[in-house]
């Protein structure tokens, strides 16, 4: 126990001070320990809503079109002339892959791919 100002004070191993985990020996270990979990634990609940990624985009375009709830998606999709969730990702990826080999985007992608002359 330390006393400051007639007040006991208890020694701790870590404390907790505007969202940072800081040890006595002012180490950050505990602090990305605790973040680590967080994230897992954030990444662990997208993982288990991935599924439930098109069911919003599927719904908008049945309430535009007044369609009946279990209309086909694709079909509404041809007359929105909308592209769905995975074909909006893969075109994004050819995007990002294209501008990498162009030299259009930072060096940490642009160094994970290699341009190749024949297939």
Same mark, same amino acid.
């Given at each position: +126990?330390?006393?400051?100002? *007639? *007040? $006991? #004070?208890? $020694? #701790?191993?870590? =404390? /907790?001070?505007?969202?940072?985990?800081?040890?006595? /020996?002012?180490?950050?270990?505990?602090?990305?320990?605790?973040?680590? /979990? @967080? #994230?897992?634990? *954030?990444?662990?609940?997208? @993982? !288990?809503?991935?599924?439930?990624?098109?069911?919003?985009?599927?719904?908008?375009?049945? #309430?535009?079109?007044?369609?009946?709830?279990? =209309?086909?998606?694709?079909?509404?999709?041809?007359?929105? !002339?909308? @592209?769905?969730?995975?074909?909006?990702?893969?075109?994004? !990826?050819?995007? +990002?892959?294209? @501008?990498?080999?162009?030299?259009?985007?930072? *060096?940490?992608?642009?160094? /994970?791919?290699?341009?190749?002359?024949? =297939?």
């Amino acid at each position: +126990m330390i006393t400051i100002y *007639d *007040d $006991q #004070v208890s $020694q #701790v191993t870590t =404390a /907790k001070s505007l969202g940072v985990t800081i040890d006595n /020996k002012l180490d950050w270990s505990s602090h990305i320990d605790e973040l680590t /979990k @967080k #994230v897992a634990s *954030d990444i662990g609940a997208i @993982k !288990r809503i991935r599924h439930l990624e098109q069911k919003p985009q599927d719904r908008a375009g049945r #309430v535009l079109t007044y369609s009946n709830y279990d =209309a086909d998606a694709g079909h509404l999709f041809e007359l929105l !002339r909308w @592209k769905n969730l995975a074909s909006q990702q893969q075109i994004q !990826r050819a995007i +990002m892959v294209f @501008k990498s080999l162009q030299g259009l985007a930072p *060096d940490y992608l642009c160094s /994970k791919f290699e341009r190749r002359e024949t =297939a």
